[in-house]
């Protein structure tokens, strides 16, 4: 089994409908993250918790929300999504107590909003 | 603006040696990631460099230059399996990633 694991792993939906990405990671890693990837651009974080209470803002977190359940769960929202959501979307682990260690990727959540 | 700079595709031939280079811009810095993405997969890390020079680990070696903003990845020996994209980020001061948009690496046998 993954250490990092996303569902779903591919998802269609409609403008204007909730959508939760799920993420869960069995490494014990506090520090979690949410990325987008789309063509031509490099990873945009959404969203990053360093532990169960803290929550940060990534740089494109509008349209976005979060909820660290618990250490090991990590879950975005698109409350009302949109087609320019329609991406490749990333949880990530960071190895270590520091900055600099290496994330771990998930699987990735393939999303297209019609 | 922070902004990381690496060529969009590169061709290379099996067996051979590649180098993609990375230019960076960030506020602060506190090191250097590559990673290699598989089509469709998850990026894997490659490597962190944090100090100037060279750090080789197999096949690959990744160099820094902090004063020219400048690294790149090296890949000997290429393999078919070496086909994917590769991911410069660097680390700015405060601790945020900023990612390139990736260099395809295209392997012919």
């Known amino acids: 089994d993954a250490d990092v694991t996303q569902t779903p792993r591919n998802r269609i939906t409609k403008t204007g409908k909730r959508i939760m990405l799920e993420c869960s990671q069995t490494k014990g890693h506090d520090r979690m993250y949410w990325y987008r990837q789309d063509p031509g651009l490099g990873l945009r974080l959404i969203y990053y918790?360093?532990?169960?209470?803290?929550?940060n803002k990534g740089e494109i977190s509008d349209g976005y929300s979060v909820s660290r359940q618990a250490q090991a769960k990590f879950s975005l929202s698109l409350e009302s999504a949109i087609p320019n959501q329609t991406a490749l979307y990333f949880c990530a682990t960071r190895a270590g107590d520091g900055d600099t260690g290496e994330l771990f990727f998930g699987e990735g959540s393939r999303l297209t909003v019609l | 603006g922070q902004n990381i700079d690496q060529p969009t595709e590169m061709t290379a031939t099996e067996g051979a040696i590649v180098q993609i280079n990375c230019t960076y811009q960030t506020s602060g810095f506190n090191g250097l990631f590559w990673y290699q993405q598989h089509a469709g997969e998850a990026p894997t890390f490659l490597s962190y460099n944090v100090l100037d020079g060279l750090e080789e680990k197999g096949r690959f070696s990744s160099f820094l230059s902090r004063s020219k903003g400048y690294s790149y990845l090296l890949l000997k020996e290429l393999q078919m399996k070496d086909s994917a994209s590769y991911l410069c980020a660097a680390m700015d001061s405060n601790y945020q990633l900023i990612w390139g948009a990736g260099t395809k690496l295209i392997i012919k046998p």
């Open positions: 918790s360093f532990d169960v209470k803290d929550i």
